[in-house]
C-alpha cells in the first residue's frame, strides 16, 4: 500500500482508497500462496505489521519486488506473517504473488497460536497476558474477558508480596502468583536475570522444547509493562541447539491496545533491539515497579514455567538456564 498522510486518509473514502491502491500495483493471488514458499510484493509500498490485521502498528514497508519467505498464514483473512530475511511481519497477501523461494530457510522459526486478549483492567496489563497464557494452555475460554481479568488482578492484589500497590501496582511475584492459581498443575515462578541475552536463551528454550511449548511474561520498559513472548527466531533450534543457537530475535503479544506504544498482536523484534529498548532491568524510578533493595531492582525479569509445582516464591529463580530444569528432569 502507499503511504498516506493522517489528513488526507480522513478525506478518501472507501471506494476511493480502493482505487488507488489498485493503482499502486497488481494484486497478487493470495491463494495460490504456501507456507514455506516464497512471494514477492506487488505493490508499491506494502505495510509490514506487528500482528494480522489493519488496526496492528505498522513496522515498516516493503518495496515493490521484494523477495519474500512465507512463514505463516493466512490469519484473520488475506493475512500472511511473511520475512525478507531480516524483517518479519504480517502483510495482506492480496499484494503479494507467489514467486520462487529466495530468503535463506536455514533459520528457525517458532510462533504459537495465541489467542489474543487486549487490556481491560484500569492499571495493569499482565492480566490479559495470563488470560491469553491460561487459554492456551487449557484449550478453553475463560469466558467474559473483563471477568476474568478482573479475577486475576484481584487475585494478584491479595498476593503481592507484601507491597502496596503505590510500591508494586502489580509485582512479578503476584504475577506469578496469579499464573499458578489458575493453572496449579504447571508450576510457575518470577525468574531475575543479570543478563538479557541468557534470560532470552532460556525463554526460547521453553518455546522450542515439544515438552513444554510455554511462552513466558517479560517485564519490559524499566518496569514499566508486561508482555508474552510468544515465539523466537534462531539460528537453530534453541532446544535441541542450546546453547549454540543464536537467538535472532522474539515475537510478543502486547495486551495494551490503547497505547500510543503498542507493539501489536504478534510482533517480531530484533535481539539487539529487545535487549536494549525493551527487555531492561527494573527501576523503582518507574513509578509502581518497586522499592530500591527489593530483589528485581537493576535485573531482567520474566513470569516463566518453573521446574517444580509447588508455586512461586518470594526470592524467585536467579539466573537460571535450560541445564536447570535438566538437572531437576525436566
Given at each position: 500500500?502507499?503511504?498516506?498522510?493522517?489528513?488526507?486518509?480522513?478525506?478518501?473514502?472507501?471506494?476511493?482508497?480502493v482505487?488507488l491502491?489498485?493503482?499502486?500495483?497488481t494484486a497478487?493471488?493470495?491463494?495460490?500462496?504456501?507456507?514455506?514458499?516464497?512471494?514477492?510484493?506487488?505493490?508499491?509500498?506494502?505495510?509490514?505489521?506487528?500482528?494480522?490485521?489493519?488496526?496492528?502498528?505498522?513496522?515498516?514497508?516493503?518495496?515493490?519486488?521484494?523477495?519474500?519467505?512465507?512463514l505463516?498464514?493466512?490469519?484473520?483473512?488475506?493475512?500472511?506473517?511473511?520475512?525478507?530475511?531480516?524483517?518479519?511481519?504480517?502483510?495482506?497477501?492480496?499484494?503479494?504473488?507467489?514467486?520462487?523461494?529466495?530468503?535463506d530457510?536455514?533459520?528457525?522459526?517458532?510462533?504459537?497460536?495465541?489467542?489474543?486478549?487486549?487490556?481491560?483492567?484500569?492499571?495493569?496489563?499482565?492480566?490479559?497476558?495470563?488470560?491469553?497464557?491460561?487459554?492456551?494452555?487449557?484449550?478453553?475460554?475463560?469466558?467474559d474477558?473483563?471477568?476474568?481479568?478482573?479475577?486475576?488482578?484481584?487475585?494478584?492484589?491479595s498476593?503481592?508480596?507484601?507491597?502496596?500497590?503505590?510500591?508494586?501496582?502489580?509485582?512479578?511475584?503476584?504475577?506469578?502468583?496469579?499464573?499458578?492459581?489458575?493453572?496449579?498443575?504447571r508450576?510457575?515462578?518470577?525468574?531475575?536475570?543479570?543478563?538479557?541475552?541468557?534470560?532470552?536463551?532460556?525463554?526460547?528454550w521453553?518455546?522450542?522444547?515439544?515438552?513444554?511449548?510455554?511462552?513466558?511474561?517479560?517485564?519490559?520498559?524499566?518496569?514499566?509493562?508486561?508482555?508474552?513472548?510468544?515465539?523466537?527466531?534462531?539460528?537453530?533450534?534453541?532446544?535441541?541447539?542450546?546453547?549454540?543457537?543464536?537467538?535472532?530475535g522474539?515475537?510478543?503479544?502486547?495486551?495494551?491496545?490503547?497505547?500510543?506504544?503498542?507493539?501489536?498482536?504478534?510482533?517480531?523484534?530484533?535481539?539487539?533491539?529487545?535487549?536494549?529498548?525493551?527487555?531492561?532491568?527494573?527501576?523503582y524510578?518507574t513509578?509502581?515497579?518497586?522499592?530500591?533493595?527489593?530483589?528485581?531492582?537493576?535485573?531482567?525479569?520474566?513470569?516463566?514455567?518453573?521446574?517444580?509445582?509447588?508455586?512461586?516464591?518470594?526470592?524467585?529463580?536467579?539466573?537460571?538456564?535450560?541445564?536447570?530444569?535438566?538437572?531437576?528432569?525436566?
Amino acid at each position: 500500500m502507499r503511504r498516506w498522510s493522517g489528513a488526507r486518509m480522513g478525506l478518501v473514502t472507501a471506494v476511493a482508497m480502493v482505487t488507488l491502491a489498485v493503482l499502486a500495483g497488481t494484486a497478487g493471488a493470495s491463494d495460490d500462496l504456501s507456507v514455506g514458499g516464497g512471494a514477492t510484493v506487488t505493490a508499491d509500498w506494502l505495510n509490514l505489521r506487528g500482528g494480522p490485521g489493519l488496526g496492528n502498528p505498522i513496522v515498516d514497508e516493503l518495496a515493490y519486488g521484494t523477495s519474500l519467505e512465507v512463514l505463516g498464514g493466512p490469519v484473520n483473512g488475506p493475512w500472511w506473517r511473511v520475512t525478507d530475511g531480516t524483517r518479519v511481519g504480517y502483510v495482506d497477501g492480496d499484494w503479494l504473488a507467489p514467486a520462487a523461494l529466495s530468503v535463506d530457510q536455514s533459520t528457525f522459526d517458532f510462533d504459537l497460536a495465541l489467542p489474543y486478549h487486549r487490556q481491560l483492567t484500569s492499571i495493569w496489563c499482565d492480566p490479559a497476558d495470563l488470560e491469553t497464557w491460561v487459554e492456551y494452555d487449557r484449550g478453553e475460554s475463560l469466558g467474559d474477558s473483563f471477568a476474568a481479568q478482573q479475577s486475576f488482578w484481584n487475585w494478584e492484589l491479595s498476593h503481592n508480596d507484601g507491597f502496596t500497590v503505590q510500591q508494586w501496582d502489580a509485582s512479578p511475584y503476584a504475577v506469578a502468583s496469579a499464573a499458578h492459581q489458575w493453572l496449579p498443575n504447571r508450576g510457575f515462578n518470577h525468574f531475575i536475570y543479570d543478563d538479557p541475552l541468557a534470560a532470552t536463551a532460556t525463554v526460547a528454550w521453553l518455546l522450542a522444547n515439544p515438552k513444554f511449548h510455554e511462552p513466558s511474561v517479560a517485564n519490559i520498559w524499566w518496569g514499566d509493562h508486561y508482555v508474552l513472548v510468544r515465539g523466537v527466531r534462531a539460528t537453530a533450534d534453541p532446544y535441541l541447539a542450546y546453547p549454540q543457537a543464536k537467538i535472532l530475535g522474539v515475537y510478543v503479544m502486547d495486551p495494551n491496545r490503547g497505547r500510543p506504544s503498542w507493539l501489536g498482536e504478534d510482533r517480531y523484534i530484533p535481539i539487539n533491539t529487545w535487549t536494549t529498548r525493551y527487555l531492561t532491568p527494573v527501576s523503582y524510578l518507574t513509578p509502581g515497579s518497586g522499592v530500591p533493595g527489593d530483589v528485581w531492582q537493576g535485573k531482567y525479569v520474566m513470569i516463566q514455567r518453573d521446574w517444580t509445582d509447588s508455586g512461586p516464591t518470594p526470592q524467585g529463580r536467579v539466573n537460571a538456564s535450560p541445564l536447570s530444569y535438566l538437572n531437576a528432569g525436566d
